[in-house]
Nanobody, 123 residues
Framework: VQLQASGGGLVQLGSSLRLSCVVS????????ISWFRQAQGKDRKGVSC????????SIGRSVKGRFAISRDNATNTVYLRMNNLDPEDTATYYC?????????????????WGKGTEVTVSS
């Protein structure tokens, strides 16, 4: 089982980015996928997740209205679209998988993790 996150970079305040998480070893109709982020010196926190049954998304309060999660079952890819980025969004972003129907933003519920992709937002 592998998850590979990509799409991070250095952007300016107000910019947009789309992160991708490509999964292998399992399919998106069997695992819920979550995005987490961890800023330097801070805890890893859930950002958004999507269930495997009907694709129901969940968005963390701090990014609601700016971030959106989606998935493409054909390519086993989950996306995190991030709009109107702020320096507070600067962090390493991770995708993770949970072998349950419903997704979660609680890090200890995850079964597998990918390596992160760094997002830096300058002002």
């Amino acid at each position: 089982v592998q998850l590979q996150a990509s799409g991070g970079g250095l952007v300016q305040l107000g910019s947009s980015l789309r992160l991708s998480c490509v999964v292998s070893g399992f399919t998106l109709d069997s695992y819920a996928i979550s995005w987490f982020r961890q800023a330097q010196g801070k805890d890893r926190k859930g950002v958004s997740c999507i269930s495997f049954s009907d694709g129901t998304p969940s968005i963390g309060r701090s990014v609601k209205g700016r971030f959106a999660i989606s998935r493409d079952n054909a390519t086993n890819t989950v996306y995190l679209r991030m709009n109107n980025l702020d320096p507070e969004d600067t962090a390493t972003y991770y995708c993770a998988a949970r072998g349950r129907k419903d997704c979660s933003l609680y890090r200890y519920y995850m079964d597998y993790w990918g390596k992160g992709t760094e997002v830096t937002v300058s002002s």
